[in-house]
C-alpha cells in the first residue's frame, strides 16, 4: 500500500531542524511495509523554509515540497498536497508537532474495512489535552460541540488536522474554503457523500516548536458563518419533510465507524 504524508508549511524555519529530526524515523519505520512518500506544501513562506527544507531531506528522493508563490490559506494547502499525492492513503498533519508523529502508524490502525477516513480525536472519551492554551481549548472545543449538534453527536473532534483518508476521499470530495475552516469542511461534505469516518483518541499538545499562524477571530468568524450554513440548509429540509408529510430529522444522519 502506498501512503502519502502531507504536511503544510507557513514561515517554519525555526521548526524544520525538529520536524526532520522526528519524522525521519517515523517514515524509515513506516517504509519498512509502506511505500511512503512525504509532500512538504510551502504556502508562500517568506523566510528560509524551503531551503532549509530542501537540506534537510536532500537524500530522500520520495519528498517533495510544492510551493504557492504567495500565501494562500491552509486549505489551498492541503487541496494542494492532495493534488500532488500519489498514495492509496493520505495523510495530513501539522508542521509544527501538535500531534506528534510517532502517532501516525497508530491513526492508520484504525482504517479499518469499511472506514473512509480517519481523524484525530482529543475530545473522545480516550484523548487528551496537554499543554493548549485555554483560548485555543474553548474555540476548537466550542466549535467541535456545535458541529456535534449540527452534524453527528458521535464524532467529538471536528477541527484536526491530523487525519488519514482514502484515495477515494480525496479525489471525490471538494471543498471551498481556503484557510483554517477547511478540515472541518472536509469531515461535513464527505459525511454528506456516505463516506464512513471513525475517530482515533489521542493527545493535543500545545504548538511544540515555532510560532502558530492560527487567527483565532477569523477562523471563528468562518466556522460560524458555515455552520449557519448548515443550519440553514436543516431548516429547509424540514420544511420539506413537513409539506410531503415526511418525519422531519432534528440533523442530518451520518455514517460513524463506533471505536472501542
Known amino acids: 500500500m502506498k501512503l502519502s504524508i502531507i504536511l503544510p508549511a507557513y514561515n517554519e524555519s525555526d521548526s524544520v531542524a525538529n520536524t526532520a529530526a522526528s519524522l525521519r524515523p517515523v517514515v524509515e519505520q513506516l517504509r519498512e511495509s509502506h511505500d511512503v512518500e512525504i509532500i512538504f506544501v510551502n504556502d508562500g513562506s517568506k523566510d528560509d523554509t524551503v531551503q532549509l527544507l530542501t537540506k534537510a531531506f536532500a537524500d530522500d528522493d520520495k519528498t517533495r515540497i510544492v510551493s504557492h508563490d504567495v500565501n494562500r490559506g491552509l486549505g489551498a494547502a492541503i487541496r494542494t498536497g492532495f493534488e500532488a499525492a500519489t498514495g492509496d492513503i493520505v495523510v495530513t498533519t501539522d508542521f509544527d508537532g501538535t500531534y506528534e508523529f510517532d502517532t501516525i502508524p497508530e491513526i492508520l490502525k484504525y482504517m479499518k474495512p469499511g472506514t473512509d477516513i480517519v481523524t484525530a480525536s482529543p475530545y473522545h472519551t480516550h484523548g487528551l489535552v496537554k499543554d493548549v492554551p485555554k483560548y485555543r481549548l474553548l474555540f476548537s472545543y466550542g466549535a467541535s460541540l456545535l458541529y456535534r449538534i449540527l452534524v453527528d453527536r458521535r464524532i467529538k473532534t471536528w477541527t484536526a488536522l491530523f487525519r488519514a483518508y482514502r484515495r477515494s476521499v480525496v ?11 477547511a478540515g472541518t469542511e472536509i469531515l461535513v461534505r464527505s459525511i454528506q457523500q456516505g463516506y464512513r469516518v471513525a475517530e482515533y483518541p489521542t493527545t493535543l499538545h500545545s504548538r511544540a516548536f515555532g ?38 430529522p432534528l440533523k442530518q444522519s451520518s455514517p460513524v465507524v463506533e471505536q472501542q
Do not use: Y
Not at 479525489?171 to 475552516?181: G, H, I, K, T, Y
Open 171 to 181: 479525489e471525490n470530495v471538494a471543498f471551498e474554503s481556503n484557510d483554517f475552516l
Open 211 to 248: 510560532q502558530s499562524s492560527i487567527k483565532i477571530a477569523r477562523v471563528t468568524k468562518a466556522h460560524l458563518k458555515f455552520q449557519w450554513t448548515l443550519l440553514k440548509a436543516i431548516r429547509v429540509s424540514i420544511q420539506v419533510r413537513t409539506i410531503l408529510n415526511q418525519p422531519a
